[in-house]
Antibody, heavy 119, light 107 residues
């Protein structure tokens, strides 16, 4: 079955930019699925950040839209998240995941990576 | 908005757990449940309100439609003590939302 693995820095400075990559294995990124980012601040619930289709079509959470960019690399079978103008409120575990073709349900999750925004 | 209750459920192994998720507006049956064990990523349990995901034991069941949903765990096993989240996405491409979670703890 598909496996997802996040990679990126664990510490980013305030006002800086976070870049995370999710490597997909066990399946192609060109399936009819939506590739998703979700985050979870320590001790809090989950927040959907956005999704990307292999064609490059994206949907973002309106609350983050001005700061978020997602991209997909079909050659490397991976997708990426870029989040700008970071504050302490962006400290969270960031998960990459695969949603169904209808994008209503998240089927598979990566293990998550903790990102701490601090000087 | 999805509101989960109770926030914490204290039960013993072998007991039945009943978790509630209420939506502020109808979500039809576009409701999913996830389990998150400590230090782990969420795991899909139930989709479309009542369908078990692949590999999920039969002791997990979901019901409801519209605005009121229930996740029932019959005969709690030690590995079932975790946090459970409901999630809706009734209006794609609008963002899906998650409930605040219910922690099922050992009494």
């Amino acid at each position: 079955q598909v496996q997802l693995q996040e990679s990126g820095p664990g510490l980013v400075k305030p006002s800086g930019t976070l870049s995370l990559t999710c490597a997909v294995s066990g399946g192609s990124i060109t399936t009819s699925n939506w590739w998703t980012w979700v985050r979870q601040p320590p001790g809090k619930t989950l927040e959907w950040i956005g999704e990307i289709f292999h064609s490059g079509t994206t949907n973002y959470n309106l609350s983050l839209k001005s700061r978020v960019t997602m991209s997909v690399d079909k050659v490397k079978n991976q997708f990426s998240l870029r989040l700008t103008s970071l504050t302490a409120a962006d400290t969270a575990v960031y998960y990459c995941a695969r949603a169904t073709a209808a994008a209503t349900v998240i089927e598979f999750w990566g293990q998550g990576t903790l990102v701490n925004v601090s000087s | 908005v999805l509101t989960q209750s109770p926030a914490t459920l204290s039960l013993s192994p072998g007991e039945r757990a009943t978790l509630s998720c209420r939506a502020s507006l109808t979500v039809s049956n576009f409701l999913a449940w996830y389990q998150q064990r400590p230090g782990q990523s969420p795991r899909l349990l139930i989709y479309d309100a009542s369908n078990r995901a692949t590999g999920i034991p039969a002791r997990f069941s979901g019901s409801g439609s519209g605005t009121d949903f229930t996740l029932t765990i019959s005969n709690l096993e030690p590995e079932d003590f975790a946090i459970y989240y409901c999630q809706q996405r009734a209006n794609w491409p609008r963002a899906p939302t998650f409930g605040g979670g219910t922690r099922v703890e050992i009494k």
